[in-house]
């Protein structure tokens, strides 16, 4: 791996500042937008979200949901995402080599890892003197949140880890119809609004849950927001090889001895169900629980059943 050269603040679509209710820390180095929900002296739930994924990618509406069941809930920007530092790299990732060394076994270059990320996740709660939370991750955001129970576990009141995997590449391969649009290159120019949305919709149409359909015209008043609140497709690049580079992780789920809750969508056509099973197989004490129907997003359907799972997990791993 190669470090970090240097790094920049964002630099958001037509330089949309961090909106209301949003601030900012610096944390490992970096600085990182956060927004806080409901009563700060209520138990946290801090959710992580995926790749290439604003902290607005959790819904609102679940937000609230967390929050109406007596929980603070804080959401965050990603390094290389929304609001928080953007990275600086001298090189200009090649994804598809990169894959190519990781099955091979071979080293891949990369800016950071799934630990730098993992560590400025940790670095918010030291700036936010927060000594303990429940960590709910999905897709990237569950990789993420797992090596923070394997590296923190005095940090995790409990994992919830949604929609993700262990790295071990043979059951970490999608369908070739959505990982074609993962890695196909975003419209130019960039800040045409209605290309971008297009682009996204595209992909949202890929990996959606089939037995839990969306309101398209909210799905995309949503991918509107996104655009217009930052765009950086390289950081969606930065960040997939992170989690190539970071490789198999199945040793480090063993050490996990938080609570974890695993759950997967058995139509993920991104991650396939298989990596939600053996992401729950290798940490000991997990449950697993597979959504039919679900594939890789959040539909309300979706939300709703996350919420009762989400709450009945964390009431139990919360201390009296």
């Known amino acids: 791996m190669v470090g970090c050269r240097s790094i920049e603040r964002a630099v958001p679509l037509k330089g949309s500042p961090p ?31 995926g790749l290439g994924m604003q902290l607005i990618a959790w819904p609102d509406a679940f937000c609230a949901g967390l929050v109406g069941h007596g929980f603070r ?14 990275i600086t790299w001298g090189q200009r990732p090649r994804i598809p080599l990169a894959i190519a060394r990781s099955v091979l076994g071979l080293p891949v270059r990369s800016p950071y890892l799934i630990s730098d990320m993992a560590a400025d996740t940790i670095g918010l709660l030291d700036a936010l003197q927060i000594v ?9 955001g569950g990789m993420i949140a797992q090596c923070m129970a394997a590296r923190h576990p005095q940090r995790l009141l409990s994992l919830t880890s949604i929609m993700s995997g262990s790295g071990y590449w043979r059951n970490s391969c999608g369908k070739p119809d959505a990982l074609r649009q993962l890695l196909r290159r975003p419209p130019e120019p960039p800040d045409d609004l209605q290309s971008q949305v297009e682009y996204r919709l595209r992909v949202a149409s890929v990996i959606a849950s089939p037995g839990f359909p969306h309101d398209q015209g909210e799905l995309r008043r949503q991918l509107e927001r996104t655009v217009r609140r930052a765009h950086y497709p390289r950081g969606q690049l930065q960040q997939l090889l992170a989690i190539v580079a970071s490789g198999d992780r199945r040793c480090e789920l063993a050490k996990i001895c938080t609570p974890t809750l695993v759950i997967h ?6 991650l396939p169900v298989a990596a939600g099973r053996e992401t729950a197989r290798h940490i000991p004490g997990a449950r697993l629980q597979i959504i039919q129907g679900m594939g890789h997003d959040l539909p309300p359907g979706v939300q709703a059943l996350l919420i009762e799972a989400i709450i009945r997990h964390c009431r139990v791993a919360t201390p009296a």
């Open 19 to 49: 909106t209301a209710g949003e601030a900012m820390v610096h944390a490992n180095g970096i600085d990182l937008c956060y927004q806080s929900l409901g009563d700060a002296q209520a138990p946290l739930i801090l959710l992580v979200m």
């Open 73 to 86: 809930v804080i959401r965050f920007d990603n390094r290389d995402a929304g609001h928080s530092t953007h």
């Open 132 to 140: 303990r939370a429940h960590v709910v991750g999905a897709s990237m």
């Open 265 to 270: 969508g058995a139509d993920d056509p991104l």
